[in-house]
DNA sequence: GATGTTGTTGAGTC
DNA sequence: TGACTCAACAACAT
């Protein structure tokens, strides 16, 4: 499922390979993945030159002339590639971007749950979802972090994943920024000092670079631009760790449900909150 | 055929 | 009104 470290890796990796590059012809395979009209969508994009590939929050956005925004939301199994060899649409390939002078822009999601859109920049910043993104964990000082959380009163592990108060963060790098904070993720941030807060911040920036350097986490079927896969999951300290032993202290890994979500957790390096049961 | 999986939204509660 | 929680939804692999 890509998150913020994946979805960075597929844009820069797709940016070298396609930033001035006109796009020649669109082929829809399924146009349910689109959001908006059909018709639109590809006026929008013909003939258009790629200027930019970017990342917002989890959105890969390709800046195009005129100006649109090709955004792409790739949910838990969404992939943009550019396949090195000439390869065929699959069952999973619901779009082709074919590239003047050759090359294409495959959009594919086994599950479906990712969608692509067209927008105009107005349509952009109306966008209540695109306009309600909290910022950026990478681009913030502790000192607005600390801000952000500390008379929050909901469990730390909801807020990390809610887009509007920090964009980009998923349950993986939500645990592990978690875990290596020692801070159990039913803890309320009101009841947790600045300085445990301003750990939070700096471990979440640990652990993201890390995994943008890593070129993601391949934990399902994530793949970069190119079709290869990131190394990050070999790292993963509790993501996906239930009934190991805790590297640390050797206690065994446990799970706990917070608003829905399984997040692993170490019972000794992350202690309980008093209030919490 | 039941279950697990996740980001997001909307309904419901305090 | 705002903050919060939870169920529902999408569709597939196992």
């Excluded at 200027?51 to 929050?57: E, G, I, S, T, Y």
């Excluded at 993104?133 to 000082?141: A, K, S, T, V």
């Amino acid at each position: 499922m890509p998150e913020l470290p994946e979805v960075e890796t597929i844009a820069s990796g797709l940016a070298s390979f396609v930033c001035g590059r006109k796009i020649q012809e669109v082929r829809l395979i399924s146009s349910h993945m689109i959001i908006g009209d059909e018709i639109i969508f590809r006026k929008r994009l013909k003939s258009r030159i790629i200027r930019n590939v970017r990342r917002r929050a989890k959105l890969l956005i390709m800046d195009l002339s005129d100006p649109v925004h090709l955004v792409f939301h790739l949910k838990m199994t969404g992939k943009v590639w550019v396949p090195g060899e000439r390869t065929d649409p699959n069952k999973h390939t619901h779009m082709v971007l074919a590239l003047k002078g050759g090359q294409d822009i495959f959009f594919e999601d086994q599950r479906k749950f990712g969608y692509v859109a067209a927008m105009t920049p107005e349509e952009l910043g109306r966008w209540s979802f695109y306009a309600g993104l909290g910022p950026e964990p990478l681009q913030i000082e502790s000192e607005e972090f600390v801000s952000i959380f500390k008379h929050r009163k909901a469990r730390i592990k909801s807020l990390l994943l809610d887009q509007k108060v920090i964009a980009g963060i998923g349950n993986i790098y939500a645990d592990e920024a978690l875990y290596l904070a020692g801070i159990h993720p039913c803890s309320v941030p009101s009841e947790i000092s600045a300085d445990k807060l301003a750990g939070l911040h700096n471990c979440l920036r640990e652990v993201l670079l890390a995994a943008i350097k890593a070129g993601g986490s391949s934990f399902r079927n994530y793949r970069n631009a190119l079709g290869s896969a990131g190394s990050f999951q070999e790292s993963f300290l509790v993501y996906g760790k239930k009934d190991h032993s805790c590297q640390q202290c050797g206690c065994v890994i446990e799970t706990v449900k917070v608003s829905g979500r399984t997040s692993c957790f170490c019972p000794h390096c992350q202690e309980e909150p008093p209030a919490a049961k």
